[in-house]
């Protein structure tokens, strides 16, 4: 199973990025498919999860500006940012889990290599 994250670049504050996650080796209709980050000298931190029910649900610092969606048909996953600021600025990172579980920030089953998303001020 692999999963293959692209999209990422530079940007300067206030623009937008579209991250696409897309999955080979199974499918994961019936899992969850979500978005973590990290930047330098900080932990990983959760972003977003699309479930497989339809719902998503977001991290504090993203709310109102990343929007999470999913193709199931195309096994892929897509994390849309707006409004870009400094801070959001790390290596963003795909996953995906083989069931929909309660707790959105942990047992993934798989990782993605991950995209630099640099944001300029």
């Known amino acids: 199973v692999q999963l293959q994250a692209s999209g990422g670049g530079l940007v300067q504050a206030g623009g937008s990025l579209r991250l696409i996650c897309t999955a080979s080796g199974r499918t994961f209709s019936s899992g969850d498919m979500g978005w973590f980050r990290q930047a330098p000298g900080k932990e990983r931190e959760f972003v977003a999860i699309s479930r497989s029910g339809g719902g998503s649900y977001y991290g504090d610092p993203v709310k109102g500006r990343f929007t999470i969606s999913r193709d199931n048909a195309k096994n892929t996953v897509y994390l849309q940012m707006n409004s870009l600021k400094p801070e959001d600025t790390a290596v963003y990172y795909c996953?995906?889990?083989?069931?929909?579980?309660?707790?959105?920030?942990?047992?993934?089953?798989?990782w993605g290599q991950g995209t630099q998303v640099t944001v300029s001020s």
């Open positions: 996953a995906a889990r083989r069931a929909s579980l309660t707790l959105v920030n942990t047992n993934y089953d798989y």
